[in-house]
């Protein structure tokens, strides 16, 4: 089965700790997202990356660090420093081609509380 | 420049109706608006998606009418069912997308 796959489900952290949130590809997209969804907010842009050892900033990256050392893998950090990081988290990948239908797949989503 | 205005909020309508949801972006150079349905603990997915060389596009019960000129774009569900009662994001751009803030839509039978 091809798809996104974000582990854990649930995740419950107290204040003052990292945790990282784990997201995995086996579609072979090149491109991979972190967004933050809170109630009325829709979906911000954490953090993004189209290749392999790069990633840029999205629209609230603050708090929050991304790696991107393997293709199929791309895990989000959500530091101490994050004010208000309860909120759920979805992990997305495509490939970006101009002039396409560039559909974007969407992983189930990791829920975190901060306690 | 980067904003993408979707309206309304929430939308309530009886089964069979034709909910409709409009979004507006402002870059021109925005060259792929595509439609999410999400439910409740679920990440979203892609409905429907068109292009700006079209103005309009139909899937199932789903269509999306697409208006280059005035930089807006809706989505139309025809004969509703308590089963499309979800939230539905519109997108804009190519890479990343510019997503709006959502419309919780409640189909009542």
Known sequence: DGGITQSPKYLFRKEGQNVTLSCEQNLNHDAMYWYRQDPGQGLRLIYYSQIVNDFQKGDIAEGYSVSREKKESFPLTVTSAQKNPTAFYLCASTNPRRGGYNEQFFGPGTRLTVL | ?109
């Open chain 2, 1 to 109: 420049q980067q904003q993408v205005k979707q309206s309304p909020q929430s939308l309530i309508v009886q089964k069979g109706g034709i909910p409709i949801i409009n979004c507006a972006y402002e870059n021109t150079a925005f060259d792929y608006f595509p439609w999410y349905q999400q439910f409740p603990g679920k990440g979203p997915a892609l409905l429907i998606a068109i292009r700006p060389d079209v103005s309009e596009k139909k899937e199932g019960r789903f269509t999306i009418s697409f208006n280059k000129s005035a930089k807006q774009f809706s989505l139309h569900i025809m004969d509703s069912q308590p089963g499309d009662s979800a939230t539905y994001f519109c997108a804009a751009g190519n890479t990343p997308l510019v997503f709006g803030k959502g419309t919780r839509l409640s189909v009542i039978a």
